[in-house]
């Protein structure tokens, strides 16, 4: 499936691959598809590596305990917050 800008329509799209079909003759253009296939294969499986090894981090961070490290930072934070805007708040 190919994407393509919403600005580029059907005459633009064959004007390009009669570019490249003089440019890289016909007989190159598999194979540089077939390069450009494998290099976006290869690009995707990298991000989907790198996407689960985060997942996997954070996961392991919760069930050790980090997520209640996290929620008592918060609550301490929310507390000194308070403690300095609580001088400055109106009272009715």
Do not use: Q
């Not at 580029?8 to 194979?31: N, Q, R, W």
């Not at 991000?47 to 930072?73: L, P, V």
């Amino acid at each position: 499936m190919i994407i393509l800008p919403l600005f580029i329509g059907t005459p633009e799209v064959a004007f390009i691959i009669f570019i490249l079909v003089m440019v890289f003759g016909a007989d190159k253009i598999p194979e540089i598809a077939r390069g450009l296939g494998k290099g976006m294969r290869t690009l995707k499986n990298a991000t989907n590596d790198i996407k689960s090894e985060i997942s996997k981090s954070a996961e392991r961070h919760i069930e050790h305990g980090g997520g209640k490290d996290i929620k008592e930072e918060v609550s301490k934070v929310k507390d000194d917050i308070e403690e300095i805007t609580g001088s400055i708040k109106r009272k009715p």
